[in-house]
């Protein structure tokens, strides 16, 4: 099985794509991935251990988001897209989770917020309210190919003028009726603006996900193919 890894950048005050990479790398098998670059967030520390693609001009999240999926889409035959943004910070043993539990009915969702809490739930469980409050977060979003497809060309991606990019993916989904899933504690933190966290308040944002994961989680059972 293949898949690709996608990260979208943009300038911020405080550089936060260099602290992401360096806990996706030490994941094991993460392979190179693609970053597609906004004007002047070129020359991040970690820029030539990727496939860098450099905006020439702004698109903004929305639009850089929806033309990295289809560059990929285009110009590599990966099963699975894996689309993160930049400022996520990996727990240990994530992305073998997130792989080994992957199939092509469903997307997994790394990143788990307040609003996407299954009460009670440990591991992975389904989204239940992405038609109330949409998806909260696209931080690390893996899709089957076919999926991330039927997204990007849904009606819902193809209007003008797209501000909210996880509420519009969550109700894509919701329409098409593909369920999603998160993992409980998330698999990820987000240590960029307006964090979130599931469960922020419990523990430290670093360990948040890490312990569970650590100990609880096996390696993959397949064979990855990176890109």
Request: net charge positive.
């Amino acid at each position: 099985m293949r898949f690709v890894t996608v990260i979208i950048t943009a300038p911020r005050k405080v550089v936060t794509i260099d602290r992401s990479l360096e806990t996706f790398f030490g994941q094991p098998g993460s392979g190179i991935p693609w970053v597609f670059a906004e004007p002047g967030s070129y020359n991040f520390y970690y820029h030539n251990n990727v496939k860098l693609i450099k905006n020439h001009s702004r698109r903004g999240c929305f639009n850089n988001w929806w033309y990295a999926a289809q560059y990929i889409l285009h110009h590599t035959r990966s099963d699975y897209v894996l689309m993160c943004e930049d400022d996520v910070n990996w727990s240990r043993g994530a992305l073998a989770t997130m792989l080994d539990n992957m199939n092509q009915t469903k997307v997994l969702s790394g990143w788990t917020s307040n609003a996407n809490v299954t009460p009670d739930a440990l591991g992975w469980a389904p989204m239940n309210n992405l038609n109330l409050f949409g998806l909260c977060g696209s931080l690390a979003l893996l899709f089957p190919r076919k999926i991330l497809a039927d997204v990007l060309y849904h009606r819902q991606m193809t209007k003008q003028n797209q501000i909210h990019l996880d509420t519009i993916i969550g109700f894509a989904l919701s329409d098409l009726k593909i369920p999603i899933y998160n993992h409980h504690p998330s698999l990820v933190t987000h240590f960029g603006a307006n964090n979130s966290t599931f469960d922020l308040s419990k523990v430290g944002e670093e360990n948040i996900a890490s312990r569970i994961c650590y100990s609880n989680c096996s390696p993959p059972r397949r064979e990855y193919i990176r890109h």
